[in-house]
T-cell receptor, first 111, second 114 residues
Framework: QKEVEQNSGPLSVPEGAIASLNCTYS??????FFWYRQYSGKSPELIMF??SNGDKEDGRFTAQLNKASQYVSLLIRDSQPSDSATYLC???????????WGLGTSLAVNP | EAGVVQSPRYKIIEKKQPVAFWCNPI?????LYWYLQNLGQGPELLIR????????DSQLPKDRFSAERLKGVDSTLKIQPAELGDSAVYLC????????????FGPGTRLTVT
């Protein structure tokens, strides 16, 4: 089992819909969770981060943590074609303080 | 605030040749990371610096890769000699504080080894 797992997709949603991206992690001691967006040919861009004490909303983006089931979600409301990208989840491992990356989920928002 | 700067953006070399990448982090960010990213994969950490000290280089192939951050600001990553399998994007990132802090990436250097 990989330490951080994401469905590779592609996840396809119509414009204006809610896109839901999930990331599961294996280290129960993890306390910090990051979502990065990566457009094709570009570098990762930080869009959201949360800690183990709660969820977070920023504009159209909401990050939610389910500690019991060990997954973190990214919700994108009112999806736009410009949201089409690969979304990378990164989790800070509890013991060695190393950031563990998922392989990313490809999102396609169709006009 | 200026972002992470990397150069060159693209590099094509023949195998067995040396190559070097340069990174200047965001001002005030004491932690600097070098990552490697292959197509369809997440970033893979090569080395992490806290100021001028390499605190995690466990994934750096030390037989051919080296890095330095002499004054705790900008950094250089070198490969000598390059192999075909080194073709990838080399990303530099920085953060204010340790690994738990948010990391910000530079544009990357796309290396092609022929």
């Amino acid at each position: 089992q990989k330490e951080v797992e994401q469905n590779s997709g592609p996840l396809s949603v119509p414009e204006g819909a809610i896109a839901s991206l999930n990331c599961t992690y294996s280290d129960r001691g993890s306390q910090s969770f990051f979502w990065y967006r990566q457009y094709s040919g570009k570098s990762p861009e930080l869009i959201m981060f949360i800690y183990s004490n709660g969820d977070k909303e920023d504009g159209r983006f909401t990050a939610q943590l389910n500690k019991a089931s060990q997954y973190v979600s990214l919700l994108i409301r009112d999806s736009q074609p410009s949201d089409s990208a690969t979304y990378l989840c990164a989790v800070l491992a509890g013991n060695n303080r190393k950031l563990i990356w998922g392989l990313g989920t490809s999102l396609a928002v169709n006009p | 605030e200026a972002g992470v700067v990397q150069s060159p953006r693209y590099k094509i070399i023949e195998k067995k040749q040396p190559v070097a990448f340069w990174c200047n982090p965001i001002s005030g960010h004491n932690t600097l990371y070098w990552y490697l990213q292959n197509l369809g994969q997440g970033p893979e950490l090569l080395i992490r610096y806290e100021n001028e000290e390499a605190v995690d280089d466990s994934q750096l192939p030390k037989d051919r890769f080296s890095a330095e951050r002499l004054k705790g600001v900008d950094s250089t990553l070198k490969i000598q000699p390059a192999e075909l399998g080194d073709s990838a994007v080399y990303l530099c990132a920085s953060s204010r504080g340790g690994t738990g802090a948010e990391q910000y990436f530079g544009p990357g250097t796309r290396l092609t080894v022929t």
